[in-house]
């Protein structure tokens, strides 16, 4: 199982950015996936995440309105459209795979489960 993420850099505030999550290794249409980000100091926290192409994703009330998550199943990618960055947006950003009703139980969690990418840089300056 891998998931690789791509797309992340140095941005000014008000800017966009495209996160990437390529994933391989496992059935991707089966899994949720989702974006969480860790900020220098701070807890990882959920940001966005994504069951199905029918499902309504969830976002994170400090990005609601600005991010937008979807999935290509047949690229085996979730995206993270980021507009409007805020310095408070500072952050590795993570992308995480499981099971529907596995992901669900873990998601809110300090204690996550599934399968983790290494993270993409995203710094946004004042």
């Known amino acids: 199982v891998q998931l690789v993420e791509s797309g992340g850099g140095l941005v000014q505030a008000g800017g966009s950015l495209r996160l990437s999550c390529a994933a391989s290794?496992?059935?991707?249409?089966?899994?949720?996936i989702g974006w969480f980000r860790q900020a220098p100091g701070k807890e990882r926290e959920e940001v966005s995440y994504?069951?199905?192409?029918?499902?309504?994703?969830y976002y994170a009330d400090s990005v609601k309105g600005r991010f937008t998550i979807s999935r290509d199943n047949a690229k085996n990618t979730v995206y993270l459209q980021m507009n409007s960055l805020k310095p408070e947006d500072t952050a590795v950003y993570y992308c995480?795979?499981?099971?529907?009703?596995?992901?669900?139980?873990?998601?809110?969690?300090?204690?996550?489960?599934?399968?983790w990418g290494q993270g993409t840089q995203v710094t946004v300056s004042s």
């Open positions: 995480a795979a499981d099971r529907p009703a596995l992901f669900r139980l873990w998601v809110f969690s300090t204690v996550r489960g599934g399968y």
């Open positions: 290794g496992f059935t991707f249409d089966d899994y949720a």
């Open positions: 994504i069951s199905s192409s029918d499902d309504a994703p």
